[in-house]
Nanobody
Framework: QVQLVESGGGLVQAGGSLRLSCAAS????????MDWYRQAPGKQRELVGS???????YYVPSVKGRFTISRDNANNTLYLQMNSLKPEDTAVYYC?????WGQGTQVTVSS
């Protein structure tokens, strides 16, 4: 059974940093194409970025240069390093593999 569990969210001031984790079980982060999404209040869930099995990454323009996706194959964990955070980054962040989603972790950026 596949499980994805996000952690690392919290409250941070604008300009600060957070690192989100997505611990996977039942699948291997090393061989899969995985994504980070986010959903702000009153808005649709949107893609933040992706990482391929080969390690290539993609980011939406609004986070490119500030966010970095990486993974730890030994611990089967996906990460989202978020720097230079802005109030508009406030959202619930989710990791996704195939049709599986985590429960999300709240990120709140104060101005």
């Amino acid at each position: 059974q596949v499980q994805l569990v996000e952690s690392g969210g919290g409250l941070v001031q604008a300009g600060g940093s957070l690192r989100l984790s997505c611990a996977a079980s039942g699948t291997a982060v090393s061989i899969n194409y995985m994504d980070w999404y986010r959903q702000a209040p009153g808005k649709q869930r949107e893609l933040v970025g992706s990482i391929t099995s080969g390690g290539s990454t993609y980011y939406v323009p609004s986070v490119k240069g500030r966010f970095t996706i990486s993974r730890d194959n030994a611990n089967n964990t996906l990460y989202l390093q978020m720097n230079s955070l802005k109030p508009e980054d406030t959202a619930v962040y989710y990791c996704r593999w195939s049709s599986y989603w985590g429960q999300g972790t709240q990120v709140t950026v104060s101005s």
